[in-house]
């Protein structure tokens, strides 16, 4: 009956996840949302848990971890090793994915303790895009009001209780040292690569400095060493011309900002071959500290139609406007519509970057990085140059290489 029901009122229907916030989204057929929003209902409290259907999450969640361990891609494993060198053991800095030693200890009750803590109305928001207002509240206070849910006959384990607290940005090292050779392929191979992640203390997207960031971000831009190029592809962005156009052995260069409620962390991320990421830190440092000196007029305002265009075409598609309505709401109260979003960024000027990075800087810096680490300077190096010359002390007869 559920198949039969997907299939004449829904066209999309998913559950996704950040590190700090679950959400729950259905598209459906205008005609009728009645049936959509009680369904949506039940699968928020409602929920069968049954002990098959754990079986068969844990077998899910053991192979996604294989996935992520043998994936060539280093994103999602940098981004997991940033957030704990910046935020150690707090908050931010928990893990995401989930620890292989733990899959197998998540139990039927583990689970309808978190749902009873953390499924509650005040972490609550409801949102509906291409429907009426006062229609959508009814149904909403119908389903959503009073009603039973799954873990209401459970008592609620002593281990379990709402973290409030607010996150403690504290910066430092982590690393996955490992071999990456038996990552090539048997035929034609791919170059063994090693990858770092240099970052600090940005701001929470509820402060004014968030849209600065959002505008250095795309600044920065960056990307892999091979790209199609072409217009509005970023190509002329600082990583481009600075480190993928001027260093043939920097096969990555890309800045990521990570904005949450109460905090953030700006990162650049590189790769390269293990016996140059030594230099490939101290071009990363360069980088940073170059933030604080002036911007040119072009390279800004492209930086800031970039950031508008990408918003605008983002918002053409109404799943993306549901998950932005859902988490400005949810996050400060209120959504603020494009036109607002668009005015603050064209109001960022090059001193306000300035400002923004000194204070940035100031914070302790946070390094991750994962294969052959030989040449990784330590977490000790790497603070003394950027609190002095802003160079890496030579080591050994090794040559500063300009390609």
Request: charged share 20%; with cysteine.
């Amino acid at each position: 009956m559920r198949l039969i029901f997907l299939l004449e009122f829904l066209t999309f229907c998913r559950r996704w996840l950040s590190r700090d916030t679950i959400m729950y989204g259905i598209t459906a057929y205008r005609s009728d949302c009645s049936p959509v929003v009680k369904l949506l209902s039940e699968a928020v409290f409602r929920p069968v848990v049954s002990d098959e259907e754990i079986l068969a999450a844990r077998e899910r969640v053991a192979f996604e971890l294989e996935d992520v361990e043998l994936r060539l891609d280093p994103e999602p494993i940098l981004t997991e090793l940033i957030h704990v060198a910046a935020f150690r053991d707090n908050t931010l800095g928990l893990p995401k994915l989930c620890p292989a030693g733990n899959v197998s200890n998540i139990s039927r009750q583990d689970l309808l303790d978190y749902l009873c803590c953390y499924y509650t109305p005040s972490r609550l928001t409801v949102c509906g895009v291409g429907i009426d207002h006062d229609s959508f509240v009814e149904m909403v206070r119908d389903n959503f009001t009073d009603t039973k849910t799954s873990w209401s006959n459970t008592e609620v384990s002593a281990k379990f209780s709402p973290d409030t607290s607010i996150s403690q940005y504290t910066g430092g090292m982590e690393t996955n040292d490992r071999d990456m050779s038996s990552h090539k392929l048997v035929v034609n191979p791919l170059p063994e690569l090693a990858h770092v992640a240099l970052g600090f203390e940005s701001c929470s997207f509820t402060e004014p400095d968030f849209f600065s960031f959002a505008v250095l971000n795309s600044l920065l831009g960056g990307g892999g060493s091979f790209s199609a190029g072409g217009p509005g592809k970023g190509m002329y962005s600082r990583l481009y011309l600075d480190v993928l156009n001027r260093y043939s052995w920097v096969q990555n260069a890309t800045a990521y900002n990570h904005a949450y409620s109460d905090s953030g962390l700006f990162c650049m991320y590189g790769s390269s071959a293990p016996s140059d990421l030594r230099e490939l830190v101290q071009v990363l440092i360069t980088q940073f500290l170059r933030l604080t000196e002036s911007y040119g007029e072009v390279e800004l305002s492209r930086a800031k139609e970039q950031v508008k265009s990408m918003l605008m075409m983002n918002l053409e598609s109404r799943n993306i406007v549901f998950e932005d309505v859902g988490r400005q709401v949810l996050a400060t109260g209120y959504r603020q519509s494009p036109q607002e979003l668009c005015t603050k960024i064209d109001a960022v000027s090059g001193h306000q970057l300035q400002d923004a990075c000194e204070r940035m800087l100031k914070s302790p810096p946070s390094v991750a990085a994962f294969g052959n680490l030989r040449f990784l300077p330590s977490i000790r190096e790497i603070s003394s140059a950027l609190a002095g010359s802003g160079r890496l002390q030579s080591e050994g007869k090794r040559v500063w290489r300009f390609k």
